[in-house]
């Protein structure tokens, strides 16, 4: 048989005593508590302050061996797993208007059919599926728009491959401009100037004329 030695003798005889009071404080068997297990009584002086107190000596306890010692790996073996087993990428995902309106009647129909046109919540949910309806109705017409489908193909973009590098971007960009109006006036140019004075000119005069035809057609 072969013998420990005096380090490896107080190890052992430490766990086992850590197990043990362990054991005693928490009984998985008949649920007893710290303060059942004899140790500890919530009466006399101290009461729950010493429970509180013994819990803390038991996770401060320095003797308290690793039980369960993970791996010990190094920078070189790290990479090595990290090589094969590369992390999975980040899928974004989009969902079409007309199946975000789609998937809210499902349960809206589950849900009316528990119910009786006497419960206040069933003309509730008949209101909630009709407008759900309107709204189904009105983006299945939009998908044969082509103005309304390139924004659906924007939007996706925006949500799936597009987001990243959009991020990307936005924390990349320069400072963001925090000149006020009048400053930016000031800055301008002398072109720059003419032109934002003459396209001034040209709305005014677009809108004069539009408010004299809706005053003539009013007539």
Same mark, same amino acid.
């Given at each position: 048989m072969t013998s420990l030695s005096d380090d490896e003798f107080y190890s052992s005889r430490r766990q086992h005593e850590f197990e043990d009071r362990m054991d005693?404080?928490?009984?998985?068997?008949?649920?007893?508590?710290?303060?059942?297990?004899g140790e500890i009584s919530w009466g006399g002086d101290g009461g729950k302050d010493a429970i509180l107190a013994?819990?803390?000596?038991?996770?401060?306890? /320095?003797?308290?061996?690793?039980?369960?010692?993970?791996?010990?790996?190094?920078? /070189? /073996?790290l990479e090595?797993?990290?090589a094969d087993h590369p992390a999975t990428p980040i899928v974004h995902g989009y969902t079409p208007r007309y199946d975000r309106q789609f998937k809210k009647r499902a349960p809206l129909e589950q849900e009316l059919a528990t119910l009786t046109p006497e419960e206040p919540r069933y003309h509730e949910v008949m209101a909630e599926l009709a407008e759900v309806n309107r709204r189904?109705?009105?983006?299945?017409?939009?998908?044969?728009?082509?103005?309304?489908?390139?924004?659906?193909?924007?939007?996706?973009?925006?949500l799936t491959i597009g987001k990243d590098e959009r991020n990307a971007s936005r924390r990349d960009r320069p400072e963001a401009n925090v000149m006020t109006p009048k400053e930016v006036m000031a800055a301008e140019t002398p072109d720059e100037k003419v032109k934002r004075l003459r396209e001034r000119k040209k709305e005014?005069?677009?809108?004069?004329?539009?408010?004299k035809k809706a005053a003539e057609d009013a007539k």
């Amino acid at each position: 048989m072969t013998s420990l030695s005096d380090d490896e003798f107080y190890s052992s005889r430490r766990q086992h005593e850590f197990e043990d009071r362990m054991d005693r404080a928490f009984d998985p068997q008949t649920c007893h508590s710290l303060s059942d297990s004899g140790e500890i009584s919530w009466g006399g002086d101290g009461g729950k302050d010493a429970i509180l107190a013994a819990i803390d000596a038991l996770a401060n306890d /320095e003797d308290i061996p690793d039980l369960h010692p993970g791996p010990r790996f190094t920078d /070189e /073996e790290l990479e090595a797993i990290r090589a094969d087993h590369p992390a999975t990428p980040i899928v974004h995902g989009y969902t079409p208007r007309y199946d975000r309106q789609f998937k809210k009647r499902a349960p809206l129909e589950q849900e009316l059919a528990t119910l009786t046109p006497e419960e206040p919540r069933y003309h509730e949910v008949m209101a909630e599926l009709a407008e759900v309806n309107r709204r189904i109705k009105i983006e299945l017409e939009r998908s044969t728009d082509d103005t309304y489908r390139k924004r659906e193909r924007i939007d996706e973009y925006k949500l799936t491959i597009g987001k990243d590098e959009r991020n990307a971007s936005r924390r990349d960009r320069p400072e963001a401009n925090v000149m006020t109006p009048k400053e930016v006036m000031a800055a301008e140019t002398p072109d720059e100037k003419v032109k934002r004075l003459r396209e001034r000119k040209k709305e005014t005069q677009a809108l004069r004329r539009a408010k004299k035809k809706a005053a003539e057609d009013a007539k």
